[in-house]
């Protein structure tokens, strides 16, 4: 998929690909283009990054033996299928 030029609706749903290195080179370089001129984006993105080095952070967590790993597991789950 390939867009001469991103909008706001087009940066939200390409914002995951984007970040994880996944966009053709055209994509890439247009929706960077975007960001660059768009507050509104700039503020999406920081605040998914932000998201994103929090959930890293909570799978790096190491469950204790007295917490239930199965709410742990059911968090993940829900954070990783809102990225998607």
Excluded at 34 to 59: D, K, N, P, S
Excluded at 60 to 77: F, I
């Amino acid at each position: 998929m390939i867009y001469e030029e991103v909008d706001c609706q087009m940066l939200v749903e390409l914002v995951t690909d984007w970040l994880e290195g996944g966009l053709p080179e055209p994509t890439r370089a247009a929706l960077e283009l975007h960001v660059a001129t768009c507050e509104g984006c700039v503020a999406y993105v920081e605040q998914m990054r932000a998201t994103e080095a929090a959930l890293h952070r909570l799978e790096s967590v190491e469950v204790a033996e007295h917490e239930d790993a199965g709410t742990r597991d059911q968090l993940l789950a829900i954070f990783r299928a809102r990225r998607n």
